[in-house]
């Protein structure tokens, strides 16, 4: 791995880091207005009928939202900046759904989080990781200039859509896996 590749991975992980960190601890100073709103959405949420697709589905349409963000702010000369601000947003929804269940369901609320959030968070973190860095290593090129020639768009896009192709295993883990998991525990 280059140099700048482990700057931007650095850079990207520190970001994803204080995003998880900032979301844990805004679900811990929740008011009681946004806790009885957060505990109306997660039951509703867990008591669809076809929970498993209906899981599946979302995920999937958020992983390609994620994936065409991403792969938009290679695409532009600044695109450094939007990517790793989207990074801490990221880290910052997982350390809030954490946080939050921990808060409302205490013990049981950290197993949940365990099962219901940890399984297809292992996949998509570090699979966000990469294109975040493949996407910041294509701006930052765009930047510099280096990148003249049609061939250097597709091999990024390739690679894109390579690194991309695990995220369907974690939308299935947490359509199939996560969600009923999450649900059983938290009945």
């Known amino acids: 791995m280059s140099i700048a590749k482990k700057r931007w991975f650095f850079i990207l992980l520190a970001a994803l880091a204080a995003g998880v960190t900032i979301g844990a601890i805004d679900a811990a100073e929740m008011?009681?207005?946004e806790s009885a709103a957060v505990l109306d959405r997660i039951s509703a949420s867990l008591s669809v009928d076809a929970l498993q697709?209906?899981?599946f589905f979302q995920a999937l349409i958020s992983?390609?939202?994620t994936l065409a963000l991403l792969l938009v702010f290679g695409t532009t000369v600044i695109g450094a900046v939007p990517t790793a601000i989207y990074i801490g947003v990221h880290g910052f929804s997982v350390g809030a759904s954490v946080g939050t269940l921990v808060r409302f369901y205490g013990m049981r609320?950290?197993?949940a989080a365990a099962a219901g959030v940890l399984p297809h968070s292992l996949i998509y973190l570090p699979c966000f990781l990469v294109m975040a860095v493949l996407a910041m290593q294509f701006s930052s090129r765009l930047l510099k200039r280096e990148h003249t020639q049609s061939g250097h768009f597709i091999s990024y896009l390739f690679s894109m859509l390579l690194v991309s192709i695990p995220v369907?295993?974690?939308c299935l883990v947490e359509g199939y896996l996560s969600a009923p998991l999450l649900r059983y525990i938290l009945r």
């Open 31 to 33: 008011g009681s207005a």
């Open 53 to 55: 697709k209906t899981s």
């Open 63 to 65: 992983a390609l939202k």
């Open 109 to 111: 609320g950290f197993w």
């Open 168 to 170: 369907f295993l974690g």
